[in-house]
């Protein structure tokens, strides 16, 4: 693809959530310093590239003033040229939204927004350390819909303390609301966070009758399944986050954004001050043909539409089953992979037991 998406990474939260590893503090004090800083770094970059979609992650975008995003939109809007259909996402948590806020979004270019609801269970929303209530969704997304009409909510399972039921209850809550597209993902207990020293994961049954839950409700209500976490509806699949499964170039910009152009993938560095000082590449790495190769095949599969093995060809000029044959026919034989023609893809129990196939390929 001869585009270029772009991740904007906006480092603020209200208040730090119990599970949460991100690169997000409640630091609003530097929201002023970081703004420029970001502009500079937007300014320092040059691309003739047409922008083929834009994503403000975090943290949580919406909890800082609004002219903040209007104006970076603005700056990327004079400096870049932007492909017609340019999908525009900003992620939001529930009670940081305004009537004001979304109006903003909207007249700057903004076409999508994400919104962390995770749970619709109060009891749990508590023990994640959200900010927050079920009610506090319900009332968000509203107001997100009255604006917008293409949004997400993203939604975890496998939660400490949830059973089967409190899950389906959280699943059938999301898809009252009619967002176009849910993300659900099982919570990852990760080193460094409240969460490590106090909780087990779930048990490995429970979190798997928990992932095909949500695949059979989300599937009987017209969610497509078209990556292993997400769902969609027909037309709604987030097209920046296909760039990335489709090893499409982005730049990130902002603390800790990460960026893959012309094969080399480059780490801005997570240090706020050295960030705010203009110090803001801390790595660049750049990508064996082999390891190319691996991100194609592993990073396609994720997708239920699989992966072409032409364009590998023409990707790599290597034939896919030169490179990977061996994998590809082991997991075809175990019924973990399937091909059709063209195409490679995992099947229903190849997207359940996806790692075993991908412990292969690295
Ligand atoms: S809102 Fe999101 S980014 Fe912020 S602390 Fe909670 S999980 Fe982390």
């Avoid at 990073?299 to 896919?320: H, P, V």
């Amino acid at each position: 693809m001869n585009t270029l998406s772009l991740y904007i990474h906006i480092p603020f939260c209200i208040k730090k959530c119990a599970y949460c590893d991100f690169l997000s503090a409640p630091q609003f004090d530097a929201a002023g310093a970081y703004f420029a800083a970001l502009k500079k770094e937007i300014n320092a970059f040059e691309t003739d590239k047409e922008i083929y979609s834009i994503f403000f992650g975090g943290g949580t975008p919406s909890a800082v003033d609004e002219r903040y995003i209007a104006d970076i939109l603005d700056l990327i809007a004079k400096k870049y040229s932007i492909a017609r259909g340019c999908e525009i996402s900003l992620e939001s948590n529930p009670g940081t939204l305004t009537e004001n806020k979304l109006r903003t979004y909207k007249n700057s270019g903004v076409n999508r927004i994400s919104m962390g609801a995770q749970s619709f269970d109060d009891r749990l929303l508590k023990i994640l350390g959200r900010i927050h209530s079920k009610n506090g969704i319900i009332k968000s997304f509203e107001l997100v819909k009255k604006h917008f009409d293409n949004h997400n909510l993203d939604l975890m399972f496998a939660l400490p303390s949830q059973s089967l039921e409190d899950w389906q209850d959280t699943l059938e809550n999301a898809i009252k609301l009619e967002p176009t597209h849910i993300s659900a993902y099982s919570l990852i207990i990760e080193e460094g966070t409240p969460f490590y020293d106090k909780y087990e994961p779930a048990d490995e049954k429970l979190d798997r009758d928990m992932y095909y839950a949500a695949r059979d409700l989300l599937a009987e209500n017209g969610y497509r399944q078209y990556e292993i976490s997400n769902f969609a509806k027909t037309g709604f699949e987030c097209r920046h986050n296909l760039v990335y499964w489709q090893g499409g170039d982005y730049k990130g910009f902002g603390l800790g954004a990460a960026s893959l152009i012309n094969s080399s993938r480059l780490k801005n560095t997570e240090d706020m001050q050295r960030y705010l000082d203009g110090k803001t590449i801390a790595e660049t790495i750049v990508l064996s043909r082999f390891e190319q190769m691996q991100e194609f095949v592993m990073l396609g599969l994720r997708c239920t539409d699989g992966i072409s093995a032409e364009k590998f060809k023409n990707t790599f000029e290597t034939d896919i089953y030169t490179a990977f044959g061996d994998i590809i026919k082991k997991h075809e034989k175990s019924g973990l992979l399937e091909i059709s023609g063209d195409n490679i893809r995992l099947t229903k129990k190849g997207i359940d037991l996806s790692n075993m196939v991908f412990v292969d390929l690295v």
